[in-house]
């Protein structure tokens, strides 16, 4: 992978657009990326990794809002990355999610992310989706995007981490970047192959028990615990069989027995049963010849019964026709008197009853004449409905006179006073035209009260910032020269007592290590204050760490008093007045932007006032208009109205209406034809009732009977009829079974003799039906235990034959698994993955300390080690330092800040290289070294810009971002990150 060069727009600090040619900048194949801080010197590394895979590095990943706040409103977020990966050479450009102004309304709106891929060689078809552009720019650099983090961008503090994080901390960074997850895979395979046959093998285990407990409950023993199960259960097999053999002869003993008992019981029943029949048919004929008179009586009965039911029947319609005749001469009577209370009552008082011959046709002549006086009220009522009409008619057209009226006056008290309104609009016009024109120089004079404002309280921010370090510098050089004592200190003691140490070694009989002498004669003895050699050495390395942070603390001195100087010299101007000026301008410029801003609304309510002007003079014109036509109609309805009233007044007068005068003449004829009507239903009522009195006497001398009482008293209901008939019925029927039964062979046989005693019978057919049961039931039961224990036999066989061979192959699946999972035989406790990733570990660890070494002039190495953690942790993942001055291994966390340093950029640089040859022996032409240079002492310096140098040979480029200042003079090829007001900008510093 080579980068040729990058065109930023509007992305994090940089508000406008940026070109950065990488081609220039890596000509010798080193440059130097550096500025302040905060300027964006890794905003420029991160445009690079979002080109590439549309995401920042490390925590900054989660950030979405990547549209400048230094950017104009409306320009939009771009990044464009010309660069060959794979071998082929490509075109870049993503714009990520930003917010942007809505183009109608106010508010924003989302715009999506875009990505596209263009071959610059034309050999191929472009894409534009993102998942598209993100897969093909994995498959060219070879590597995830977690990988080109770690390869291409090295971050010093994510490796020092690395360096002293514990072994789970370690484990998962690797886990991200060397692909583990086919070795988990395999892991994950035996565990499941190893859960499966243990369940496998457990359900054919409890198969097997399962059969054995089904055996022993159908053989009704107890449950098997000897040695072979299968001869266990044939054996209970061949004893229910030869059971089943026993119970059924003796089934076929009890059977015959029963059917010989059964037929003698079925003929002593027999002979009992007719002799039973034969004995109640005599009580039965005994008793019905003592009940023959009633009978006879009942006979009688209903024969005068069903004489007299035709004359009651007649009786019934005579009462029912006198009722019918009685109510409708009280129907006349009533009619009467309601006809007695309208204009009919003259006619029907001269009625008479009995009806004479001409009543009706005078009744009839009365509603004639009342019928042709309803038709003259039709004709007047007509005139009165109109007239009725009319006045309504009159009402609206009285209250549209009125609102007509109103509306006029208001129409032209409003059109008087707009010529007033609209000069107050033009005067508002014209003032909001003037605001407009002034908020210019208002807005110019706001920005510089602003740009003063904000200068004056950076410069305070940066005085405080360099007031705040020159203090924190002061003390770690004091806590520096103090360590530095207390360890200059300690030396000079110990050189002191170094004799009393050499002599602490010395042995009788052996040669002095200074002198070569055997003997010793007066060795040094150890003083109190002795001092030990881990003791100095902390010491050092106490001393160490403290000039360390005092040289950062003082770089930082020197970076704010840099910041500071390229503010510019401090305004005379008091902060007060600087803030009145600010406030005094921001007030102008809010006070103009609203008045011009209502120029507008102002022009366009002068534009309404003249179209209401003209409307409402419109208007004016059409309501005098209509007024005038309206009071013509008025006069027109008050004249018919007149005419109406007098026709109606000369028909019925002037305090009656056509409506209650047809209303009387109506009654009237309705009362005259209620009469008449109820007078004809009344005499046909009458005659009917005499019809009826006249049949009920020719009915009761037809039946035989002298009166009607005797008729009445002989009567019965149907249902007592009915069950007269019933009764004398069933008697015959009685009589005639009894006869019939008396007759029969078998009952007159049955007569002969004693009765039969059918107890005895009884009793053997029952003790030969039990002993039948029982026989049947113990042949069920042994019939179905010698199936069931021949099927659960052959299962118990099938399931035996399997289980073996299944336990053999479960026990060696959990051996390998355990191995796999680092348990059982596995010596190291690893499990394959962790085996994996430590052998990774091993090849960086190896990787590094070629590099660790040179920048230590030969001192310090990486140790690997697979030994198992603390507590049970996983094993393979430890990393150590060897001090090759003492020999001795040592935590990492022991190094120094500026050994730090060299050690964590070792272990990027030999990750890095593992990593890409992990990827398919990708070549990385560009990569980019992130801070971290500032902890390094000259010679420090020398030995890690040695290293760098080399990183460059075959045609690398590498990139450094620092802002340490002695590397600008290392380094001549240089890209300067500008920070400014309105956004950062970046100048490029290469030889020509």
């Known amino acids: 992978m080579r980068l040729h060069a990058l065109s930023v727009t509007a992305f994090g600090p940089f508000g406008g657009s940026v070109d950065i040619d990488f081609d220039r900048l890596g000509a010798d194949g080193l440059f130097l990326l550096h500025g302040p801080t905060g300027a964006g010197k890794t905003s420029v590394l991160d445009a690079v990794a979002f080109a590439l895979y549309g995401v920042l590095p490390g925590s900054r990943r989660e950030h979405r809002r990547l549209l400048s706040d230094h950017a104009a409103p409306g320009v939009v977020p771009r990044v464009e990355l010309r660069a060959t990966l794979g071998g082929r050479r490509v075109t870049l450009t993503r714009t990520p999610e930003y917010l942007r102004p809505k183009r109608r309304g106010n508010g924003v709106t989302k715009q999506n992310a875009s990505a596209s891929l263009v071959w610059d060689d034309g050999d191929g078809e472009n894409l534009t989706r993102i998942d598209e552009v993100a897969r093909e720019v994995e498959r060219l650099l070879g590597m995830r995007v977690d990988q080109f983090f770690q390869v291409v961008m090295l971050p010093q503090g994510d490796f020092a981490r690395f360096l002293r994080a514990r072994t789970e901390e370690r484990g998962a960074l690797l886990e991200q970047l060397f692909d583990t997850d086919r070795f988990a895979d395999v892991e994950q395979w035996f565990a499941e192959r190893r859960r499966a046959g243990a369940e496998a093998l ?21 449950l098997f615990a000897g040695g072979d199960v299968v001869d266990w259960a044939t054996g209970l097999a061949e004893d229910a069989r030869r059971r089943v053999e026993a119970d059924h002869a003796a089934l076929t003993v009890a059977r015959a027995d029963h059917d010989a008992a059964r037929a003698a019981a079925a003929v002593a029943h027999r002979r009992s049963d007719a002799r039973r029949r034969g004995e109640a048919a005599r009580s039965a004929l005994a008793a019905l010849e003592a009940g023959r008179p009633d009978r006879d009586r009942r006979a009688e009965e209903l024969a005068a019964a069903e004489r007299a039911d035709p004359v009651v029947r007649r009786i019934t319609a005579f009462e029912s026709a006198r009722r019918r005749a009685d109510d409708a001469a009280d129907a006349v009577h009533a009619a009467v008197r309601t006809a007695q209370r309208t204009r009919a009552a003259e006619v029907v008082g001269a009625l008479s009853w ?8 005078r009744l009839d002549a009365a509603v004639r004449a009342w019928s042709g ?18 006045a309504d008619q009159r009402r609206a057209t009285a209250a549209r006179v009125t609102a007509l009226t109103e509306a006029l006056a208001a129409a032209r008290t409003r059109l008087d006073a707009c010529p007033a309104d609209r000069a107050r609009w033009d005067a508002e016009l014209a003032a909001c035209v003037d605001a407009a024109a002034a908020l210019v120089p208002a807005e110019a004079r706001r920005a510089a009260a602003m740009a003063a404002v904000d200068a004056r309280v950076e410069r305070r921010r940066a005085e405080r910032r360099l007031d705040d370090a020159v203090t924190a510098a002061e003390a770690t050089g004091r806590r520096r020269d103090d360590l530095r004592a207390q360890w200059l200190d300690l030396r ?16 009788a009989g052996e040669p002095c290590t200074v002198c070569g002498a055997t003997e010793h004669p007066a060795p040094a003895a150890r003083r109190d204050d002795h001092v030990e050699l881990h003791e100095e050495r902390d010491a050092e390395a106490r001393a160490q760490a403290a000039a360390a942070d005092d040289a950062s603390a003082r770089a930082r001195v020197d970076h704010l008093r840099e910041a500071l100087a390229l503010l510019g010299p401090d305004d005379a101007a008091d902060s007060a007045v600087l803030a009145g000026l600010l406030d005094e301008a921001t007030a102008d410029v809010e006070r103009l932007r609203a008045q011009a801003d209502r120029r507008d609304e102002v022009h366009a309510a002068r534009e309404a006032l003249d179209r209401e002007a003209d409307r409402i003079a419109t208007e004016t014109a059409t309501v005098s208009a209509d007024l005038a036509t309206t009071r013509e109609r008025l006069a027109a309805l008050d004249t018919r109205i007149a005419e109406d009233t007098a026709r109606v007044e000369a028909a019925v007068g002037p305090s009656a209406s056509v409506a209650d005068r047809r209303r009387e003449v109506e009654d009237a004829i309705e009362a005259a034809i209620a009469v008449r009507d109820a007078r004809v239903e009344a005499v046909a009522a009458r005659d009917a009732a005499q019809r009826a009195d006249a049949e009920v006497d020719e009915a009761v001398t037809t039946a035989g009977f002298a009166t009607r009482a005797e008729a009445v008293a002989a009567a019965r209901s149907a249902d007592a009829r009915e069950r007269l008939r019933a009764d004398l019925a069933r008697a015959e029927r009685e009589e ?62 099938a399931a035996a034959d399997v289980v073996g061979p299944l336990q053999e192959r479960q026990r060696e699946l959990e051996a390998l698994a355990d191995v796999v999972a680092g348990r059982g035989a596995n010596a190291r406790k690893m499990s394959l993955r962790s085996y994996v990733l430590a052998a990774r570990l091993e090849d960086v660890a190896a990787a ?13 190495e990486f140790v690997h080690s697979d030994e198992a953690g603390p507590r049970g942790t996983r094993g393979g993942l430890g990393l150590d330092v060897r001090d090759g001055y003492t020999g001795v291994v040592r935590p990492a966390g022991t190094l120094s800040g500026g050994e730090a340093f060299c050690a964590s950029l070792s272990l990027a640089l030999g990750l890095a290289d593992i990593v890409a040859a992990e990827a398919g022996g990708v070549t990385l032409d560009t990569m980019f070294v992130d801070e971290g240079f500032g902890t390094l002492d000259a010679e420090a ?43 950062s900008s970046v100048r490029v510093h290469a030889p020509v």
Do not use: C, K, N
């Open 373 to 390: 006086e309803i038709a003259v009220l039709d004709g007047v009522a007509e005139v009165e409905q109109r007239r009725a009409s009319a």
């Open 492 to 507: 000079e003691r110990r050189l002191d007592s170094m004799a009393a140490e050499l002599a602490a070694r010395l042995t």
């Open 354 to 361: 009995p009806p004479a011959a001409d009543d009706a046709p």
């Open 736 to 797: 005639a079974a009894a006869g019939a039964a008396l007759a029969d062979p078998d009952v007159a046989e049955a007569m002969v003799g004693d009765p039969v005693d059918t107890d005895a019978v009884d009793a053997a057919d029952a003790a030969t039906r039990d002993a039948l049961d029982l026989a049947v039931a113990r042949f069920d039961d042994a019939e179905r235990r010698s199936v069931v224990l021949a099927d659960l036999t052959a299962q118990l066989w």
């Open 202 to 222: 457990v359900g054919r285990t409890d198969a097997v028990d399962r059969l054995a407990a089904r055996v022993a409950t159908a053989a009704g023993v107890d």
């Open 941 to 983: 310096l020398d030995a890690v810009m040695g290293v760098l140098d080399e990183l460059r040979s075959g045609g690398r480029t590498v990139g450094i971002v620092s802002h340490v200042s002695e590397l600008r003079d290392r380094v001549p090829s240089r890209l300067e990150v500008v920070r400014g007001r309105t956004g």
């Open 848 to 860: 590094a300390s070629v590099r660790f070494r040179r920048m230590s002039e030969g001192r310090f």
